[in-house]
């Protein structure tokens, strides 16, 4: 009998020694890859995101492409939005129906049944493991602040100034609304465990637009209760709380196994700000992908050589996601990069 030794990817999330550093990217799964336009070409955004059989092949082709340590499963953040009775569509970046900025707007939300109203996101994810059992795949949801900045705006914003001025006019709301969010996104985290997801990553995307203070306040107290929610499920937490630096030490305490860093923070100093208490995931500027491969291998080198002051695991990852004009050889440099020269160093 063979015995298979546990991922490279859940190996470093989890803390434990690796030979190498495992790498995959945020939004590998995109228009950059022919493959991928080929797939969407017949069909919305949405339309991917509900077949799943669609959903679980553009999850494949990075794996199959590029030979990645983890996979993450083919949705969108505002997937669980909709299903809370938020009209949808995508041109390209999200547009929705109607805002959230009332009382009223907050008591019509409902608390979606993630089997019964997202069963497509759990069935692509049984469909990835059925496909490639040995690749550990990713569940994923926003966190409320940034989901609830896009209900609050009805789209993305330059700087989110209506959803401030909502959470200083209306705490009590903004409260109310990021609440139904925690519990929305917790259901939706755990049913995806429950579909086999090896591990989860919250992503807060919007979280650097926030002064300390602000999300101490109206973000990170959610984000806790989720990990608090989610933990019980038993697989390992990801937050990705871009920009959130000032917060970082708070962050490293807030349950999460591993964070997230964009480039603008160097991975030494992240450690030394969060007390060697997680593990780090990150940071290559997206934008170095889109320059000449000698920058790449040299930006890898310096991140590597950074990560080794990391005493808990480094996963290798973009600082945010991967832009569309990237060319495809310039994501398998990095992938060829990071696995030549990510030896770490044994503890
Ligand atoms: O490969 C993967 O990472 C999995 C798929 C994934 C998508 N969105 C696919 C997608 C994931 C993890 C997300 C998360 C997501 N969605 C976030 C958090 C990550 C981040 O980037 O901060 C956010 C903020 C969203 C909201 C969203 N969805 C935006 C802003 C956009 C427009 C983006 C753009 O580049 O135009 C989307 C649409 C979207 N989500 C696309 C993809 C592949 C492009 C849609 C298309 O194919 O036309």
């Given at each position: 009998m063979?015995?298979?030794s546990?991922?490279?990817?859940l190996?470093?999330?989890?803390?434990?020694?690796?030979?190498r550093?495992?790498?995959?990217?945020?939004?590998?799964?995109?228009?950059?890859l022919?493959?991928?336009?080929?797939?969407r070409?017949?069909?919305?955004?949405?339309?991917?995101?509900?077949?799943?059989?669609?959903?679980?092949?553009?999850?494949?082709?990075?794996?199959?492409?590029?030979?990645?340590?983890?996979a993450?499963i083919?949705?969108?953040?505002l997937?669980?939005?909709?299903?809370?009775?938020?009209?949808?569509?995508?041109?390209?970046?999200?547009?929705?129906?109607?805002?959230?900025?009332?009382?009223?707007?907050?008591?019509?939300l409902?608390?979606?049944d993630?089997?019964?109203?997202m069963?497509?996101?759990?069935?692509?994810?049984?469909?990835?493991?059925?496909?490639?059992?040995?690749?550990?795949?990713?569940?994923?949801?926003?966190?409320p602040?940034?989901?609830a900045?896009?209900?609050?705006?009805?789209?993305?914003?330059?700087?989110?100034?209506?959803?401030?001025?909502?959470?200083?006019?209306?705490?009590k709301?903004?409260?109310?609304l990021?609440?139904?969010?925690a519990r929305?996104?917790?259901?939706?985290?755990?049913?995806?465990?429950?579909?086999?997801?090896?591990?989860?990553?919250?992503?807060?995307?919007?979280?650097?637009?926030?002064?300390?203070?602000?999300?101490?306040?109206?973000?990170?107290?959610f984000?806790?209760?989720i990990?608090?929610?989610?933990?019980?499920?038993?697989?390992?937490?990801?937050?990705?709380?871009?920009?959130?630096?000032?917060?970082?030490?708070?962050?490293?305490?807030?349950?999460a196994?591993?964070?997230?860093?964009?480039?603008t923070?160097?991975?030494?100093?992240?450690a030394?700000?969060?007390?060697?208490?997680?593990?780090?995931?990150?940071n290559l500027?997206?934008?170095?992908?889109?320059?000449p491969?000698?920058?790449?291998?040299?930006?890898?080198?310096r991140?590597?050589?950074?990560?080794?002051?990391?005493?808990?695991?480094?996963?290798?990852?973009?600082?945010?996601?991967?832009?569309?004009?990237?060319p495809?050889?310039h994501?398998?440099a990095?992938?060829?990069?990071?696995?030549?020269?990510?030896r770490?160093?044994?503890?």
């Amino acid at each position: 009998m063979t015995e298979r030794s546990t991922p490279l990817f859940l190996r470093a999330v989890r803390g434990e020694p690796v030979e190498r550093t495992p790498i995959w990217v945020m939004r590998q799964a995109g228009r950059y890859l022919p493959e991928y336009r080929e797939v969407r070409s017949k069909t919305t955004f949405l339309g991917l995101c509900k077949s799943p059989e669609l959903a679980a092949e553009v999850t494949l082709q990075p794996i199959r492409r590029f030979a990645l340590d983890a996979a993450i499963i083919f949705s969108d953040i505002l997937v669980p939005v909709e299903a809370m009775g938020i009209p949808l569509d995508y041109n390209p970046g999200p547009v929705l129906g109607r805002t959230t900025r009332s009382k009223e707007d907050i008591d019509a939300l409902t608390i979606p049944d993630p089997v019964k109203d997202m069963g497509f996101v759990m069935d692509a994810i049984r469909m990835f493991i059925r496909e490639m059992p040995d690749t550990p795949i990713l569940g994923f949801a926003g966190a409320p602040f940034t989901l609830a900045a896009y209900m609050i705006e009805g789209a993305g914003s330059k700087n989110y100034a209506v959803t401030k001025q909502f959470l200083y006019e209306q705490p009590k709301q903004a409260r109310r609304l990021l609440a139904k969010l925690a519990r929305t996104v917790s259901d939706h985290l755990i049913a995806q465990v429950e579909a086999g997801a090896a591990a989860v990553q919250i992503f807060d995307s919007w979280a650097g637009h926030l002064s300390r203070d602000d999300y101490l306040t109206f973000a990170l107290p959610f984000t806790i209760e989720i990990v608090d929610n989610v933990k019980k499920a038993g697989a390992p937490i990801i937050v990705f709380a871009k920009g959130a630096h000032s917060s970082l030490d708070e962050l490293s305490q807030c349950g999460a196994d591993v964070l997230g860093v964009d480039w603008t923070l160097p991975l030494d100093v992240a450690a030394e700000m969060t007390k060697q208490r997680v593990a780090l995931q990150g940071n290559l500027d997206p934008c170095v992908l889109l320059g000449p491969v000698e920058n790449i291998e040299r930006q890898v080198q310096r991140i590597l050589n950074e990560a080794q002051a990391i005493e808990k695991g480094h996963v290798f990852n973009l600082g945010h996601g991967i832009l569309p004009p990237t060319p495809p050889e310039h994501m398998a440099a990095l992938v060829d990069a990071v696995k030549r020269n990510g030896r770490r160093r044994t503890p």
